[in-house]
Each structure stands twice: as C-alpha cells, then as structure tokens.
C-alpha cells in the first residue's frame, strides 16, 4: 500500500521534524510490492533533478529496497538501474539512507541487499553490495499496528523462510543459526496471538524483533531455494505478495533440504513439531509445515495464484537466467538441477 507511510503514523512524525530542521524534501509514493526497474528509474530521475542527498525510506522491503537502489544509482547518471540489477557494474558509493521499516517482514533494514523486477524480462533480479546497508534503520513495532490481516501473514512468513534459509545455507554458522533458531521461536510463539487480535502490541514488538534478527541472520548467512524459486513467481504475476509466494513453496522446498539439514530444521520447527499434549509428532517435514500454513491461513498453492503446468518450463528456465539467482542456487544445503526445480514447482501447483 503506497499510503503505508501515513497510514502507519509515521509520516506525522517525519514531516514535523523535516520542517523544523528546515530541510527541504521530495516525497515519491509510488512504490508498489514488488518495484520494477523502470518505476526507480522514475524515483532517481525526480531525485536528480530536486538534487537529493539523502533518502528516507518510509515503509515495507519494496521501499526500502526502491531507496536503497536509487542511493546507489544517484551516484551513476551514465548507468541504469536494469544495468546494476544484472551485475554490469558494480557501486563503490551510495548516498545515505534511513529506513523506516513498516512490516515484519523484510530484513532489508538490516541487510545489504535489494531486489527489483525487469519487468520486460520477467526478472526479478537480487543484488548485493556492502553499500546498500542503511546508515540508520528504525524498528518501531507502533509503526506496524495498521498492518492488515493478510499483510500480517505474508509479511510475518517472509520473516521465517529467512530464518529458515539462512539456518540452512551453505554458508550459515553458529551466529546466523543461533540467530534464526530464536527468531523461529518468536514467530511461532507470537504469529498466532496476532492472528488473534492485530492489535496486540506486544505480539507485534516479538515479530519485529523476530524478523529483525532474521535479516540480520541472513544478512551473515545467506538465502536459498526458497526464495530462488519465488522471485520468478512474483516477477511472472507481480500481484502475488512475496511471502505468499514463499508460502506456497515452503512444503517443497523443506522437504528437498531435509535430507542434509535434519538437525538444524528439527531444532527450529521443535515448537510446532509438539500437540498440545506435548507429544512430538511423527509426521514427516511437509506434513507438519503443511498443517501450520493451514492454521495460520496460508494454505494456498501455485494454482491458486493462477500458475498451470504449462508455466513450469517457463518459472525454470527463469531460475537458471535471472541474475543472482544462482547465487542462491550454490547456497542451497542439496544439489539442485533443473529437474529438481521444476518437480518443487510441479508439486506446488495443487
């Protein structure tokens, strides 16, 4: 919601502040989920010409990472942002940026990453650089009270596949698994309270701090199948929320890892292994996943989103030629092929 910033409250705290430090400032709300290449084109075109210095980022990933984007492209009048996203060149400046994060969810307040969609191409490329990290980064969880019921799911399994990922990946180690295990706890303890009631602060405050470590956790660790696989889905039909697109993923993709990553995964999903009499149950990985998407209403497939067989050929081919997604591939704790893919995403449709 490009309205996130004052809905949220925050802007009647910014703009005051703005005005009495007599800082002159260019707001661009145009921002949707999901940001093209071509739309921060339109955000670094309008900030060259207002001559920005700084950026404050007032929302979700999708804003954080239009402004973490822009900062760098300031610096780069000859070059475009489709250019950076495919890795033809590489920063070594950014203008500063203070993130104002509105979800729990993103990370990318923590994090030197951004992603951005060639539209055109079907891409939606990820990107890495030490200097896409914010200078400042401001968590408030009174800032995400207005978050909707089914933002609130999305935003809060974003939050978790990173966990997961980071916890799994080639490159985790004890600081980035010991930050994604307590991160997985929260949210399992805390999403369902703020199904409950939205305007539970104090489950809101535990998410955020749950998703705040997980950025960070991947942040040092990495990202890998899942999201690999669902930066295709959203580039293909940019109205599916990036955590829904993980969600519809998440049974295949654990079930594809479990084999090298039994210990860390039992270790995470303890809490929602366990019924309520405290017996751990023997249901294998996808069935137990499967049943907590379901109560916390996420039960959704591919097909749902409007994805058929005949889309398989086309989401693979897109994994194995977005930018950076091999990055992620290599990051994977199995060997991924083709085949492996296009089974993961076979599976998914129903």
Request: charge should be negative; proline fraction near 6%.
């Amino acid at each position: 919601d490009n309205m996130a910033y004052k809905v949220s409250g925050a802007w009647a705290e910014v703009e005051p502040f703005l005005q009495r430090q007599g800082l002159q400032y260019l707001l661009f709300d145009e921002v949707r989920a999901n940001p093209s290449t071509a739309l921060i084109d339109r955000c670094i075109d309008l900030s060259r010409k207002f001559g920005t210095q700084a950026f404050i980022a007032i929302g979700g990933g999708s804003v954080i990472d239009t402004a973490k984007i822009a900062a760098i492209m300031l610096g780069y009048p000859e070059a475009s942002c489709e250019q950076l996203m495919q890795y033809q060149f590489f920063p070594e400046q950014s203008a500063p940026v203070v993130a104002i994060n509105l979800t729990h969810g993103t990370g990318s307040e923590t994090n030197h990453f951004g992603v951005a969609g060639i539209d055109e191409k079907n891409y939606k490329p990820a990107i890495g650089f030490e200097e896409m990290y914010p200078l400042y980064s401001i968590d408030d969880p009174n800032l995400m009270a207005s978050l909707p019921l089914n933002q609130t799911r999305y935003v809060t399994l974003d939050a978790l596949t990173h966990a997961i990922e980071a916890a799994t990946a080639k490159g985790a180690g004890p600081f980035s698994k010991t930050l994604s295990i307590k991160s997985a706890d929260l949210i399992f303890r805390y999403f369902p309270r703020i199904l409950r009631d939205l305007n539970d602060r104090e489950a809101r405050y535990y998410l955020a701090f749950a998703s705040m470590l997980a950025g960070i956790s991947f942040d040092n660790g990495g990202l890998h199948l899942g999201h690999a696989l669902e930066h295709p889905i959203s580039a293909m039909k940019p109205g599916v929320p990036h955590g829904l697109g993980l969600a519809v993923l998440l049974p295949e993709v654990l079930d594809t890892i479990y084999p090298a990553a039994q210990e860390i995964l039992d270790e995470i999903l303890q809490p929602i292994r366990r019924t309520e009499a405290g017996i751990k149950t023997k249901a294998g990985i996808k069935e137990v996943i499967k049943q907590w998407l379901a109560e916390v209403g996420l039960a959704t497939t591919m097909g749902d989103l409007g994805f058929e067989q005949e889309d398989v050929a086309t989401l693979t081919d897109l994994v194995y030629t977005t930018p950076g997604i091999q990055y992620m591939l290599d990051s994977t704790p199995v060997a991924v092929s083709p085949e492996t893919v296009a089974r993961i995403f076979r599976n998914s449709l129903s």
